[in-house]
């Protein structure tokens, strides 16, 4: 039988691959602006090693998954409908987003959590080119002082954190490396 | 001269190993069968299965055995095991109105389509302890006669007719699970009776008793209650229609309560519902009046403050692994929390004390007490 | 234990704990639902920390457990022998070694690393919730940040006792938005919440999973006038001297002498091995 695109690029072996990615994403979520290697998947393009490693790691029948702008095509629909079992939804119902930033669309149309419940907010997964620890000033919890990492929106992402306890969170992906931006983090634009 | 406790490891195995012997008790007696457990304590069985929510009358009598008894440590054992179990799909609904029943008895109608059937109950034999049991004596075959054939229609059903009964309107929609999403509150009735007929015999007993005796009080009728087999059925998409994958024996009761109307229902029956595995007639009667009282709010009634009213209260103290473990667990070392305590309140004496003496050194006009 | 997966939980299982873990450390402080499973060991056992840990862990772990400081009392041999087991991971007593360090009532006294998480096992998550048992109401107080309660009970200990007469699982404030239970751990280990390791907090009975990331504001909770005191016996360790460690009260004999002792038992190992002494360190020389 020959390979089938959505049926390859998945964990070798899920427990041990999921439990080191999981470490990794759990990583740069405590320590925002940290950049660590996350790997293990080989997804189809144009989904990141990165992206596509969160996706197998976190999502499941249990989770809704949108796929916005170039990275929803079959064949990344079909590689994650295989993979993890996670529904497909649209923005608004999301529990987690894949896509380039401009792609996305507006942070106004993503669940925030209620006051009773703040956790039931989506994750955005967001597609860089590349991840640069300079550009714009972090603090907050996970952060000794401050720490630089490169945002694609300061004012949108500002007006997230704004939001708090209430708001999305954001992992940024770009080849096998991640960095995370929890709600939390203060953002101000390096002088 | 002070030696710390070590040997934390081999105390436990040799606990361990003890447990296992008294487990066994003396050796010249014949050891329980699994098999022995399942038909001879069918009952202690199906509670374990109840409370421990899987079906499986074997695996119940070895939890059984291996808990030397203990229900809820084999409820636990059934408990701990089931989560461990791959979930291939969900079932259709039972159909209980197609019950082969064993019992059915109703004490609002002196007789139905279907009869009363006493069937294999204890409710009218006299508490009498035989003696011949303990000499092992054989058992006569009970009298036997031809099985009714047809379905045994539900009670329920005519009184729904005269339109005098609250309508249950069926529904598709998939209930809740809180074996896999936490619980919240306010809950839903499914949910709510999922937690109760896994619930502790004795705390919904209780609970159900304490309404009888005026905390909501709700007038309950056993309209019916039934005990039977019942046919599981799955969809196998693969096949685009259900098979029959086993057969279940349930307790199903339906209670009629008497029900002025409200602001937003008209005086007619309410009813309350209990559904569990196996042959457990006191729980799935304790069942059916606790949910009808936590059915206040959907029908307009009183909160009256009762506890089996409140459905954060009985929900969140209704299971017995979760209560058991919680209570045992204050066993554990805590010498820790301890020594806090400890320190804080000789403190607060030694700050007492002195507080006292400095008063007392105040030359005093009224003299010595 | 071979026929089970990877630390016991099946992967949808761990993914559902990671999820909350990840939203956990997004809003430091909050108590995220989780759906908790029913583990091989009793509620209030360390259901929640073990379920938490197995969500953690990865091969090249090296795990310590301590119950009360220390790792030879029966629950954290117990689990950690669950976790050699089911996950094949590395033990250790020595918390310089461990890379993961799942806790019962205690923070160790040797700084913990940025390369380390500590998991713990919390009995009651809600630090209201003997103020107010009901969950739809203290819900309701997190959300509005309505914490004006708690500061009553407080305020009352002081009137009526001079002090704040709570000695564990004293509540801290964490970032500024969360009144937060840090688990029974005595308030003397309340300063130590603020550090360089990851915290994790898991709740399994009460279904609730919490974490600090590092280096996150987290304050015990007081007043001006009454200030936070973390407080231990006035005593050194009877055995390697120490002044500045957390003390177990020992009765040694019929007369109800007492000695002191180390609660962390890595910590004073490590100090008798490097030569330090206590009043009683010769004696104990057997």
Known sequence: MTEQPQYSGGFQNAPIQAARAFRAAMTVMARPGEIRELNGSRPPDPLSIAAGTLLLTLCDPETKVHLAGAVNTDAAREWLTFHTGAPLAQAADADFAVGRWAELGSLGTYRIGTAEYPDRSATLIVECDELQQAGAELSGPGIKGTAQLFLPDVPALQANAALYPLGCDFFFTSGDRVAALPRSTRISMET | ?369 | MNEYNFAYLDEQTKRMIRRAILKGLAVPGYQVPFASREMPMPYGWGTGGVQVSAATLTPKDTLKVIDQGADDTTNAVSIRKFFENTAGVETTEETEKATVIQTRHRIPEAKLREDQIIVYQVPIPEPLRFLEPRETETRKMHSLEEYGLMHVKLYEDISQHGAISTAYAYPVYVSDRYVMDPSPIPKFDNPKLEMDAIQLFGAGREQRIYAIPPHTKVVSLDFEDYPFEATKAEHCCDLCGAEDSYLDEVIMDDAGNRMFVCSDTDYCRSRREAGHMGRLAGENAA
């Open chain 2, 1 to 369: 001269m002070y030696v710390a406790v070590k040997g934390g490891e081999k105390a436990i195995e040799n606990a361990h190993a003890w447990l296992a012997e008294e487990r066994r008790g003396a050796t010249d007696i014949a050891e329980l069968s699994i098999a022995q457990i399942r038909e001879q304590l069918s009952l202690a069985v199906n509670r374990v299965m109840a409370e421990g929510s899987l079906y499986d009358p074997d695996l119940a009598a070895l939890a059984i055995k291996q808990a030397r008894g203990d229900l809820i440590e084999a409820v636990f054992l059934i408990r701990a095991y089931r989560t461990t179990l791959p979930r291939f799909g969900y079932s259709n609904p039972i159909a209980t109105g197609e019950m082969a029943c064993d019992r059915r008895i109703s004490a609002t109608f002196k007789d139905a389509p279907g009869g009363q059937v006493l069937g294999p109950t204890f409710d009218c034999t006299h508490r009498l302890l035989d003696f011949k049991l303990a000499a092992e004596g054989e058992v006569l075959a009970a009298p036997t006669a031809h099985p009714r054939t047809g379905a045994t229609p539900h009670i329920t059903e005519f009184l729904k007719g005269e339109d005098i009964i609250q309508d249950e309107p069926a529904s598709d929609a998939t209930p809740g699970d809180l074996t896999r999403e936490p619980m919240e509150f306010p809950s839903t009735r499914p949910l709510r009776l999922q937690s109760l007929t896994r619930g502790d015999e004795g705390f919904v007993l209780g609970m159900a008793y304490s309404t009888q005796r005026g905390y909501a009080r709700n007038h309950a009728f056993v309209g019916e209650l039934r005990i039977g087999k019942v046919v599981v059925e799955m969809d196998i998409p693969e096949l685009g229609f259900a098979i029959d994958i086993g057969e279940i024996e349930v307790t199903e009761c339906e209670t009629v309560n008497q029900f002025k109307g409200s602001k937003t229902e008209p005086p007619q029956f309410t009813r309350g519902y209990g559904l569990v595995f196996g042959q457990s007639e006191r729980k799935s009667i304790a069942m059916a009046l606790v949910d009808r009282a936590l059915r206040w709010e959907e029908l307009g009634e009183d909160n009256l403050g009762a506890p089996a009213q409140d459905e954060e209260f009985v929900l969140s103290h209704a299971d017995n692994v979760q209560a058991t473990g919680f209570l045992e667990h204050i066993k554990l070392p805590h010498y820790v929390d301890f020594q806090s305590e400890l320190e804080l309140v000789r403190k607060l004496r030694r700050e007492a004390e002195e507080r006292n003496a400095s008063q007392e050194a105040e030359p005093s006009e009224r003299g010595p007490l």
